[in-house]
């Protein structure tokens, strides 16, 4: 190998390196981003939601029962 080909060889990795880099960092968190809300809206669905047993209920100090203060 000549002086030239090493010196193109590493521009090239240089730059694929970049290249790879900025697909990492920027291009795919964009995508699982975009990917994983559309997953996750299609599994739920609003019909399969009970909205009268949602949880746990904010309950004001001094108004519940059985002597926890």
């Not at 697909?23 to 990917?35: R, S």
Request: glycine residues 14%; proline residues 3%; without cysteine.
């Amino acid at each position: 190998m000549g002086k030239q080909e090493k010196k193109g060889n590493k521009a090239i990795m240089i730059a694929g390196g970049i290249a790879l880099t900025v697909v990492g960092f920027v291009v795919i968190p964009l995508l699982h981003k975009k990917l994983t809300n559309k997953a996750v809206k299609k599994s739920y669905k609003s019909e399969n939601i009970d909205f009268d047993n949602l949880g746990p209920e904010v309950v004001h100090k001094g108004t519940m029962k059985g002597g926890y203060e």
